[in-house]
């Protein structure tokens, strides 16, 4: 169970990205309704109450019950203020329903895994950290990444690699997998770091990162359905989000960035016309305003203070029109 474990009680490790860049984009006010689709540690949600007070609320969202265990605790002391839904974030319009938000102010994402996440010795998130090799967010739903290394041929094993982790070495990643479970499955964090390692390991080239990095994002966005669940999320945020209503979004890797980046030009630009055709049949208009063009990325300082940071990409889009 996971109330057992050592690490569900403790407080968050986390240290939240871009912190002051993204409460100036939202700009909680008291009275205003924002939603945490990615709660982790609680500490966005923590300013974004803070900032809204004396009545403003929140809503998190985590798949990973932990996460909303340790925040709930965490932000207790805003009372009612706070509500919570464990489940993936592509159910926001039902979560947002349950807590009666019609209308929010602000949503924000901050996508991928937790430092409270990736020092779990039971989770299998860190490459140095090992254990069990599960990688799921939420540990009650899907198939771990072992349940999945075990089935997978080396064909699709190998476009799984390429596809969400963008690794060069794909192909022979996945035969040695594959060899590898004929004689013995390959059920920890480690015994999968140090196979790659085996295999992806260039003489005379030290990596810059550990070289199963890429093997374990990728993993973990297949386990999690990270990308699916992300279009789907952004889509349904737009919708909730009250006219003048801020979405901001934090993505740690290029294939996130690259779906924030079309989610909110296709909302911006609105009518889906192929260009040549002279008058808009499809009569649909711009739901969004572009508030970043470019990204806003972390200070040397903070990069120096948390390393996290070094990869993060910071989107900020507002509702114009006429909202549901
Ligand atoms: C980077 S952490 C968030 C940290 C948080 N902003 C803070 O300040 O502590 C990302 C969190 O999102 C959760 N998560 C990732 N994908 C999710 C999804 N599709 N639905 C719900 N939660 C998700 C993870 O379980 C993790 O706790």
């Known amino acids: 169970m996971q109330e057992a474990r050592g690490t569900a009680h403790a407080a968050s490790v986390h240290e ?29 949600a923590a300013a974004l109450l803070a900032a809204s007070a004396p009545d403003g609320a929140l809503l998190g969202i985590d798949a990973d019950a932990t996460a909303i265990r340790r925040s709930t605790a965490r932000l207790a002391e805003y009372g009612a203020r706070l509500h919570t839904f464990h489940g993936s974030s592509a ?35 860190g490459i140095r950290t090992g254990g069990p090799l599960d990688l799921r967010f939420n540990t009650g739903e899907g198939e771990s990444a072992a349940a999945l290394l075990a089935h997978l041929t080396a064909q699709e094993l190998a476009s799984l690699l390429r596809e969400f982790g963008e690794e060069p070495q794909a192909a022979r990643i996945a035969r040695a997998i594959v060899a590898r479970r004929a004689s013995t499955p390959v059920t920890t964090a480690e015994e999968l770091a140090e196979l790659v390692a085996e295999v992806a390991a260039r003489p005379g080239r030290p990596p810059r990162i550990h070289p199963a990095t890429r093997v374990f994002q990728a993993l973990r966005i297949a386990v999690n359905d990270e990308l699916g669940a992300l279009a789907t999320a952004l889509d ?24 924030v980046k079309r989610a909110f030009a296709a909302a911006a630009r609105g009518c889906i016309c192929p260009p040549k055709v002279p008058l808009c049949g499809c009569g649909m208009t711009p739901s969004l305003r572009l508030i970043t063009g470019k990204p806003l990325i972390a200070s040397d300082e903070e990069i120096a203070r948390n390393p996290r940071s070094r990869s993060a990409k910071l989107r900020v889009a507002e509702r114009i029109g006429v909202a549901a």
């Not at 700009?27 to 540690?41: E, F, H, K, T, V």
């Not at 019609?102 to 779990?120: N, R, T, Y």
């Open 16 to 44: 939240p990205v871009l912190l002051r860049e993204t409460i100036d984009a939202i700009a909680p006010r008291s009275g205003g309704r924002y939603i945490d689709a990615n709660l982790g540690g609680g500490g966005h």
């Open 91 to 125: 159910r926001i319009a039902e979560a947002a329903a349950a807590a009666g938000f019609h209308g929010v102010d602000g949503i924000l994402f901050d996508l991928g895994l937790s430092s409270d996440q990736l020092a779990d010795p039971e989770r299998g998130f």
């Open 236 to 259: 349904a945020s737009i919708r909730l989000l009250a006219v003048g209503g801020r979405i901001v979004v934090l993505t740690y890797h290029s294939l996130e960035d690259r779906i």
